[in-house]
């Protein structure tokens, strides 16, 4: 599979990495892209992973979710989310998220043995600005679109009274459980004895 060849070559420049996934070496984690429809397995093994279409067995750990919060996940602070379903091993969950949090490979790096240095850091220096700027924009667009669903056509209200309104819900529905037991006392002490 050649999805497969690359991802392992990617992971050859991280050795630590390697060694990581390898005491996983076994263990069958089904990854489920929803948006994509897509479903496989991946097996670490001592050289990287192995990927398959289909696997006879029960998986140790399920991960579902759409692919760009999938991308995501490494910089969770837990593998459950709204986004993200998990099921299965916990302990092989959250291992696989300390493994793709630590990897680290210095493409710039790698890139230099083939084009040079300066080339490479030129090259580095162009990828991270526009990478920079993909996340300046995204964010700028969200905080847009947010501005003009809540002020400009009022379809959303404000953060703020979102949490104020349910705070004064929970405050009636506290004072309705407290007059609901107030009655409920004075009814058994006029039921005759």
């Known amino acids: 599979m050649l ?15 390697i060694l990581r996934l390898s005491s996983l070496a076994g263990k069958v984690i089904l990854i489920e892209i929803t948006d994509w429809h897509l479903t496989f397995y991946v097996v670490p093994t001592q050289n990287g992973i192995q990927l398959l ?5 029960k998986p140790d750990a399920s991960i ?15 593998i459950s989310s709204k986004e993200i379903e998990f099921e299965g091993d916990i302990d092989l969950g959250q291992e696989i998220r300390d493994i793709l949090r630590g990897m ?13 240095d300066v080339c490479a850091h030129h090259l580095g ?24 669903i809540q002020e400009e056509i009022n379809l959303l209200p404000p953060k703020e009274e979102v949490i104020d309104f349910f705070s004064e819900v929970d405050t009636i529905r506290n004072d309705i459980e407290r007059a609901d037991a107030r009655v409920k006392r004075l009814l058994s002490k006029m039921e005759p004895r």
């Open 125 to 148: 220096n162009i990828i991270r600005g526009g990478i920079n700027w993909i996340k300046q924009t995204a964010t700028t667009t969200q905080n847009n679109i947010r501005e003009y």
């Open 53 to 57: 279409n289909q696997f006879d067995g």
């Open 64 to 78: 579902r979710g759409e692919l760009c919060k999938l991308l995501q996940a490494k910089n969770a602070l837990s």
């Open 104 to 116: 680290d490979i210095d493409w710039e790096e790698h890139l230099a043995n083939i084009i040079g």
């Open 3 to 17: 999805i497969e060849t690359v991802i392992n070559r990617c992971l050859r420049l991280d050795p630590d990495t």
